[in-house]
């Protein structure tokens, strides 16, 4: 089963931007669809970016045109781009590969943004 580890959260100010990476335990060529999701307690998790195997982008309205999803077959790892982030950005950020069978989700990393 493949592991996918977050990385790249962590505290920024207001207007900052955050790199978040998704390393997979093998090669991510094979999974149709990754995405991002974000978690706030007592909230559903929210998909907020997802790149097909092909390179197809789509994004939710609340992070449109200020996070850029992105894949590296070769280092098997999805990246998140975030500018101008905002405090109500502030989540668990987690990672998700589909195949044709089944769903796999990272543990997730803390995003924190100050006013």
């Known amino acids: 089963q493949v592991q996918l580890v977050e990385s790249g959260g962590g505290l920024v100010q207001a207007g900052g931007s955050l790199r978040l990476s998704c390393a997979a335990s093998?090669?991510?060529?094979?999974?149709?669809?990754m995405g991002w999701y974000r978690q706030v307690p007592g909230n559903q998790r929210e998909l907020l970016a997802a790149?097909?195997?092909?390179?197809?982008?789509n994004y939710s309205g609340s992070v449109k045109g200020r996070f850029t999803i992105s894949r590296d077959n070769v280092k098997n790892t999805v990246y998140l781009q975030m500018n101008s982030l905002l405090p109500k950005d502030t989540a668990v950020y987690y990672c998700?590969?589909?195949?044709?069978?089944?769903?796999?989700w990272g543990q997730g990393t803390q995003v924190t943004v100050s006013s």
């Open positions: 093998e090669s991510i060529s094979r999974f149709n669809v």
């Open positions: 998700k590969a589909v195949d044709l069978k089944n769903d796999f």
């Open positions: 790149i097909a195997k092909g390179g197809t982008t």
